[in-house]
């Protein structure tokens, strides 16, 4: 009897902690740790196009849309997505928050300078400058999808 009890103590350990396990891993996937950084989008978009799309397909972004002027590329995730024309225009968009939150604390504590807030067609913009190179960063609501989505664009 006390084996069984013994088996039974072991299998509940084990139990509880295929448990934590499995929410650990359910909390850490909203965060994604394999997301691009503030510095990794503010350094690649002085890049040539080849280096970015180089940079893209290491970091697990596909190919969505190629134009003659810009091409549009979709994280893995599902949750971000990066139009560039390669001459210095890079915009990030993402419906992940805690992703937004975390690059635009990154964009605070960079060398980029607040230059003010504005409203344009309803959506409030915030702008940072660094020498010759601005930043705007807004969110809005996806009429499609009913979601918030998160921008960044970066031009030099």
């Known amino acids: 009897m006390i084996t ?7 299998m509940k350990k084990v139990f509880l902690l295929l448990i934590t396990t499995i929410i650990l891993c359910a909390c850490k996937s909203d965060v994604n740790i394999n997301s691009i950084t503030f510095k990794e989008l503010d350094s690649i978009n002085s890049e040539p196009k080849e280096h970015i799309i180089k940079f893209l397909e290491n970091s697990d972004y596909v190919l ?5 002027t810009s091409e ?7 949750k971000e997505i990066i139009q560039f024309n390669g001459e210095g225009v890079l915009v990030f ?8 939150t975390s690059l635009i ?19 409030e913009v915030e ?3 660094k020498n010759h ?6 969110s809005s609501i996806n009429t499609d999808k009913e979601n ?6 970066f031009l030099k």
């Not at 549009?72 to 599902?78: M, R, T, V």
């Not at 964009?107 to 230059?115: A, C, D, E, H, V």
């Open 93 to 100: 968009l993402t419906y992940n928050e805690n992703i937004y």
């Open 64 to 68: 969505l849309n190629n134009q003659p």
């Open 148 to 153: 918030k989505i998160y921008s960044i664009t």
């Open 133 to 138: 190179e601005t930043i705007f960063i807004s």
């Open 105 to 123: 604390e990154d964009l605070k504590k960079s060398k980029y300078i607040s230059t003010g807030t504005s409203v344009n067609n309803g959506i």
């Open 127 to 129: 702008s940072y400058s």
């Open 72 to 78: 549009q590329w979709k994280s893995n995730n599902g």
């Open 4 to 10: 069984k009890t013994n088996n039974m103590n072991k």
